[in-house]
């Protein structure tokens, strides 16, 4: 279970490096309500520049991005917004580490929008 309003964007330069983007749409969810229902994902330990190592979970089959969490004992997991089923009902109520966004990404209301491609 996880609350609505805990939906973020986080803009750090780690963010963009794992998705491959300007930033990632993540969701706590807390440990005692996390449950992976299928599968066993992979794990890629990732260590910040502040030297904190995070588990970062996607799936081993396909690649997705799945959560990431402290290695041990985590007390949440962050959820990736884009591979819940519910994600357009989970609005991001605040974007974190505003100073590594890429300028063009805090504002795309000029950008051309197609429905499909």
Known sequence: MVNPDKAAICH??????LTGSAYRANIQAPAETFVL?????KIYIK?????????????????TPIYSSAVTDPPTYSL????????????????IWCRSA????????GVEQLSRQ
Not at 12 to 17: F, V
């Open 102 to 109: 890429l300028p063009w990404s805090m504002d795309l209301r």
């Open 47 to 63: 260590t910040a520049d502040s030297g904190t190592k995070r588990a970062h979970a996607f799936c081993p089959n396909c690649g």
């Open 80 to 95: 990736r917004v884009g591979g819940i089923k519910q994600r357009a009902k989970l609005r991001p109520m605040r974007q």
């Open 12 to 17: 750090c330069t780690d963010c963009q490096m």
């Open 37 to 41: 229902r299928t599968g066993q994902p």
